[in-house]
C-alpha cells in the first residue's frame, strides 16, 4: 500500500513538531546551564546573557506549540 499525500502531509507535520520540540529541548538545556553559573556570578554579561537565553527558549516553544496546532486543525479538518 503507497502512502496518500494525505499521509505524507501528516508525516511532515509531525516530523516538523519532533524537530520544534527538539530545538525547544536544546533551549531549555541551555538556558539550565545559564542558571546554573548564574547563581555563582552576578554580572550584568551573565544577566543578559540569561535573558537573551530565556528569550530564545520562550521563542523555540512557540514555535513547537504552533506546529502542534497546525496537526490538530489539519486532523480536525481531515476527520470531517
Given at each position: 500500500?503507497?502512502?496518500?499525500?494525505?499521509?505524507?502531509?501528516?508525516?511532515?507535520?509531525?516530523?516538523?513538531?519532533?524537530?520544534?520540540?527538539?530545538?525547544?529541548?536544546?533551549e531549555?538545556?541551555?538556558?539550565?546551564?545559564?542558571?546554573?553559573?548564574?547563581?555563582?556570578?552576578?554580572?550584568?554579561?551573565?544577566?543578559?546573557?540569561?535573558?537573551?537565553q530565556?528569550?530564545?527558549?520562550?521563542?523555540?516553544?512557540?514555535?513547537?506549540?504552533?506546529?502542534?496546532?497546525?496537526?490538530?486543525?489539519?486532523?480536525?479538518?481531515?476527520?470531517?
Open positions: 500500500m503507497s502512502p496518500t499525500a494525505t499521509d505524507r502531509y501528516l508525516s511532515g507535520l509531525v516530523s516538523n513538531l519532533s524537530e520544534a520540540f527538539i530545538m525547544f529541548s536544546h531549555a538545556v541551555k538556558l539550565n546551564g545559564l542558571l546554573e553559573r548564574s547563581e555563582a556570578a552576578s554580572s550584568s554579561d551573565s544577566s543578559y546573557e540569561l535573558q537573551k530565556c528569550i530564545a527558549e520562550v521563542q523555540a516553544f512557540e514555535v513547537y506549540l504552533n506546529r502542534k496546532e497546525e496537526i490538530f486543525a489539519y486532523l480536525n479538518v481531515a476527520s470531517r
